[in-house]
T-cell receptor, first 114, second 115 residues
Framework: AQSVTQLDSQVPVFEEAPVELRCNYS??????LFWYVQYPNQGLQLLLK??????LVKGINGFEAEFNKSQTSFHLRKPSVHISDTAEYFC????????????FGGGTRVLVKP | DAGVIQSPRHEVTEMGQEVTLRCKPI?????LFWYRQTMMRGLELLIY????????DSGMPEDRFSAKMPNASFSTLKIQPSEPRDSAVYFC?????????????FGEGSRLTVL
């Protein structure tokens, strides 16, 4: 069975500073990878996804992520954060040949300070 | 386009009462998922349906939980009897078939408090 580990439960960061959120997964088969964002009192929204091709994936709101197959990682980055990026971020994995079931990591809370 | 619609948004009930949460997926989507979110356990998949048929209910905690999808535009998650440990935010999500790589569209959630 696949699993997803988000190494940081909370990440405080100052406005306009860069941020990196770490995600590692374990799976013996090919996967699709996703990052979702959850703003306070809302559902999850897709930030970006890796399906195939270029390992650097660009998403909404200036976020990007890099797929590293050898390290089984899919870290999320943003070069300059805004106050509005304060949210919880979830990494998720789906096995390519196994339906639409997503397995989520535990989430990383990002708090952007002025 | 309307997104995934969940009701109620908030529910406060007493232990032992029946709770029914409702979900209307995005029109045309053929997968529907129920997730539960708590501080302790994060996001847990409870059950999902494909074309109204339950595919995997291994995440349903126990027999007190049941889910139905009588048609393509409606699903319910029922807890009977409810217990304080069921307090959580319950999310419904829908998606198209895997050819779209499984992007899930989430509702805003139903926050359940069992006293």
């Amino acid at each position: 069975a696949q699993s997803v580990t988000q190494l940081d439960s909370q990440v405080p960061v100052f406005e306009e500073a860069p941020v990196e959120l770490r995600c590692n997964y374990s799976s013996s088969v090919s996967v699709y990878l996703f990052w979702y964002v959850q703003y306070p009192n809302q559902g999850l929204q897709l930030l970006l996804k890796y399906l195939s091709g270029s390992t650097l994936v660009k998403g909404i709101n200036g976020f990007e992520a890099e797929f590293n197959k050898s390290q089984t990682s899919f870290h999320l980055r943003k070069p300059s954060v805004h106050i509005s990026d304060t949210a919880e971020y979830f990494c998720a994995v789906r096995i390519k040949a196994a339906g639409n079931k997503l397995t989520f990591g535990g989430g990383t809370r990002v708090l952007v300070k002025p | 386009d309307a997104g995934v619609i969940q009701s109620p948004r908030h529910e406060v009930t007493e232990m032992g009462q029946e709770v029914t949460l409702r979900c209307k997926p995005i029109s045309g989507h053929d997968y529907l998922f129920w997730y539960r979110q708590t501080m302790m356990r994060g996001l847990e998949l409870l059950i999902y349906f494909n074309n109204n048929v339950p595919i995997d209910d291994s995440g349903m905690p126990e027999d007190r939980f049941s889910a139905k999808m009588p048609n393509a535009s409606f699903s319910t998650l029922k807890i009977q009897p409810s217990e304080p440990r069921d307090s959580a935010v319950y999310f419904c999500a829908s998606s198209l078939a895997h050819i779209y790589s499984g992007e899930l569209f989430f509702g805003e959630g139903s926050r359940l408090t069992v006293l």
